[in-house]
C-alpha cells in the first residue's frame, strides 16, 4: 500500500527543502537525513520515495541510533538461521534486502 503524503508547508525554508527533496527524488543516488530526533526525517524520506521512481516498491524505515552497535550488521545485512545464540529460526532478511526495489 502505498500512502499519499502532502506538504502543507509555504515558508521559504520550507519550498526550499522541497526542491532539494525533489532534486533527490529525480536521481538514483543514497540520501542521508541527519537532524535532531522528532523534526521529521522520516517525512521526507517518505516524501522522496514517493516522488521518485521507486514508489512502487517497498519504503523500510531504519531508526539507525535505535541500533545496538553489535547488531547494526544482522539488522541491515541479514542472517541465516543458527547465526547466533537467539537467532531466529529460519533467519532473518536484512533491511537492504527488505528495500529492494524501493527506498
Not at 541527519?34 to 524520506?45: H, W
Not at 543458527?82 to 527506498?103: D, M, R, S, V
Amino acid at each position: 500500500m502505498n500512502e499519499q503524503y502532502r506538504w502543507v508547508g509555504n515558508s521559504t525554508k520550507s519550498k526550499q527543502a522541497l526542491e532539494i527533496v525533489a532534486k533527490a527524488a529525480a536521481v538514483n543516488l543514497s540520501v542521508l537525513l541527519q537532524e535532531e530526533s522528532g523534526t521529521g526525517k522520516e517525512v521526507i524520506a517518505r516524501y522522496i520515495h514517493q516522488l521518485s521512481d521507486r514508489k512502487n516498491g517497498p519504503f523500510i524505515a531504519i531508526n539507525c541510533a535505535a541500533l545496538l552497535p553489535n547488531l547494526i550488521e544482522n539488522e541491515l545485512f541479514g542472517y541465516v538461521e543458527g547465526a547466533f545464540a537467539g537467532a531466529k529460526k529460519g533467519g532473518q532478511p536484512g533491511k537492504f534486502e527488505l528495500a529492494n526495489g524501493g527506498t
